[in-house]
């Protein structure tokens, strides 16, 4: 599932090629690609058709386009494989072409989502009034993220200490920090020397400042290589796929040295997941 990366580069994306403009038709081709918008596919194409596409926004993995003047947002969320392309008019349609958006404008591209195992979706949302950046009202649980101005460090070091449970499982709660997922968190722990395990509250003070220092330094630097694609599935709205997968230190390294020690990379099944650690340098604390 893409993480907040490689959500963020599709931001750009639409930020540069879509906002601003003003929608002329929608087709909805399979239904289960807009099965949040609560009153059907007939409702979310009159909700988006005429309207003017604002700046695009994130929180997390989420991504939010607001409807200037209408108090609502076109809401996207690309699941496992949901992609946000834009093309040129007259393409060829993508096999798992969903959503088609079409605008009044003659820049000659529109807008598609594509998704292939449709856990992605779309949705036409009202903005929660308590939110100072006007978010969806479904995104009212969702923390922000450390990219995000707004991202108070010093409530999440005191959150995450208070919590027995472990580490990682902590970091991938998107209540508590969003945007990070099973790649990044294994990347951020590497960095940090802490096992995946490592009860949250074991952390010292400067501990979990490092680990929060290592996820906003590892999620900037895939950033500026476009992301992590290890697939075909995770493109940017050009379909480009990101290259940061070259210099990744933990995640998908199972047997390879540690870039740090040396030793053989380990790989253990973990919340119907995987988790890569380096054995000397991320030991398990003795239990308390």
Not at 21 to 45: I, M
Not at 99 to 118: H, I, P, Y
Not at 251 to 270: H, I, K, L, Q, V
């Amino acid at each position: 599932m893409p993480e907040l990366p490689e959500v963020e580069v599709v931001r750009r994306g639409l930020d540069r090629w879509v906002s601003g403009r003003t929608v002329a038709s929608v087709e909805v081709l399979h239904p289960r690609a807009v099965r949040r918008h609560a009153a059907g596919p007939d409702d979310f194409v009159a909700q988006l058709r005429g309207r003017a596409l604002g700046p695009a926004l994130r929180r997390g993995k989420y991504l939010w386009v607001p409807l200037p003047g209408s108090g609502a947002s076109l809401l996207g969320h690309l699941g496992m494989s949901g992609q946000l392309l834009v093309q040129p008019e007259g393409a060829a349609d993508e096999k798992h072409l969903r959503v088609r958006v079409r605008f009044d404008d003659a820049a000659g591209t529109e807008l598609r989502f594509v998704d292939q195992r449709t856990f992605g979706g779309l949705a036409v949302e009202d903005a929660d009034p308590s939110d100072p950046d006007a978010a969806p009202m479904s995104l009212a649980h969702i923390a922000r993220d450390p990219l995000d101005p707004r991202f108070d460090d010093a409530a999440f070091i005191a959150s995450l200490r208070r919590r027995s449970s472990g580490v990682k499982r902590a970091l991938l709660d998107q209540s508590l920090i969003s945007g990070v997922g099973n790649i990044y968190a294994d990347e951020a722990l590497w960095r940090s020397k802490l096992h995946y395990d490592r009860p949250a509250d074991t952390l010292t003070r400067p501990a979990a400042e490092l680990l929060l220092a290592s996820a906003r330094a590892v999620m900037t630097e895939a950033l500026d290589q476009g992301g992590t694609s290890f697939d075909s599935l995770y493109v940017n709205v050009n379909g480009e796929s990101g290259y940061f997968s070259r210099s990744l230190d933990a995640y998908g390294r199972e047997g390879e040295a540690c870039n740090r020690c040396g030793t053989p990379m380990r790989r253990a099944s973990w919340m119907n997941r995987s988790s890569y650690f380096c054995p000397k340098c991320q030991r398990l604390p003795r239990q308390r």
